[in-house]
């Protein structure tokens, strides 16, 4: 069973950044798509940012131009860089790999963002 440890979180003021790192155990790594979700308070989880194994990626309309996904498939890992970050983007923010539409994993503790002044 894959094991996904995010990290990275923390309290930020409106316009600030940060970037969440998650490391994935398992050889299949850099042959499966990566993703990035969150869920806030009350909330359903949502995707948020995607990137296939060839590297192509996806935003949801919320993020783009301030989210940037990446991985580094020598290290397992698989990074969102939070820019001009905003108090709604306050969540637990997970990573997961997909195919299709699903998740594959079990669900890691996730990382804590928080938007604040």
């Known amino acids: 069973q894959v094991q996904l440890v995010e990290s990275g979180g923390g309290l930020v003021q409106p316009g600030g950044s940060l970037r969440l790192s998650c490391a994935a155990s398992?050889?299949?790594?850099?042959?499966?798509?990566m993703g990035w979700y969150r869920q806030a308070p009350g909330k359903q989880r949502d995707v948020v940012a995607l990137i296939t194994s060839g590297g192509s990626t996806n935003y949801a309309d919320s993020v783009k131009g301030r989210f940037t996904i990446s991985r580094d498939n020598a290290k397992n890992t698989v990074y969102l860089q939070m820019n001009s970050l905003k108090p709604d983007d306050t969540a637990v923010y997970y990573c997961?790999?997909?195919?299709?539409?699903?998740?594959?994993?079990?669900w890691g503790q996730g990382t804590q963002v928080t938007v604040s002044s």
């Open positions: 997961n790999a997909f195919r299709g539409g699903l998740v594959l994993y079990s």
């Open positions: 398992g050889s299949s790594f850099s042959s499966q798509g």
